[in-house]
């Protein structure tokens, strides 16, 4: 969606924007060694489509710029992790070097397994489509999307489980 935005929206255009008062954010296991789970498979999925959408822009996204890129992301990585870690210390914090550098590892994997996808299939599967083709295939999408949204609202954030406000 935001690759979308970027392509049919001029820059000065775009901002960030709260949709509610209250986000439910739905975290999701790290899942080391399952592609299809967890920030793995959230990895995998969201590099292969900003490949997708670099190559559908132009840019040639070679084998060898690929490699590039991941040593790049590696190396920034392992200093982001050293920032981190003397920040928690200056303010006290408690801070896990390993489980920081075990995410840093399942996301260079994710980047790994979305590359050899990418350059298999640059094409894939087709990219989400825009709105102007969701409009015409549901044409009461923005009101089923709103109704989502305020039946999703409609909750009790205090109690055990997720039940609707009466």
């Known amino acids: 969606m935001l690759a979308e935005v970027y392509r049919n929206c001029a820059l000065r255009r775009i901002c960030q924007a709260d949709i509610a008062d209250a986000y439910e954010h739905k975290h999701q296991t790290l899942s080391t060694h399952n592609p299809d789970a967890g920030l793995l498979k959230m990895c995998v999925d969201i590099t292969k489509s900003l490949f997708r959408n670099l190559a559908s822009e132009g840019l040639v996204l070679s084998e060898s710029t690929l490699k590039t890129l991941r040593a790049t ?9 050293s920032r981190y870690e003397n920040d928690a210390a200056i303010n006290s914090l408690r801070f896990d070097r390993h489980e920081e550098r075990r995410a840093v590892e399942v996301f260079l994997r994710g980047m790994t397994l979305a590359t050899d996808s990418f350059l298999g299939d640059p094409l894939g599967v087709p990219m989400i489509s825009n709105w102007s083709r969701v409009t015409h295939a549901v044409p009461d999408i923005f009101h ?9 609202h409609a909750w009790d954030p205090t109690a055990e489980t997720r039940q609707p406000v009466s």
């Open 73 to 81: 992301y590696l190396q920034a990585a392992q200093e982001a992790i």
């Open 144 to 152: 089923r999307l709103m109704d989502a949204v305020e039946q999703d």
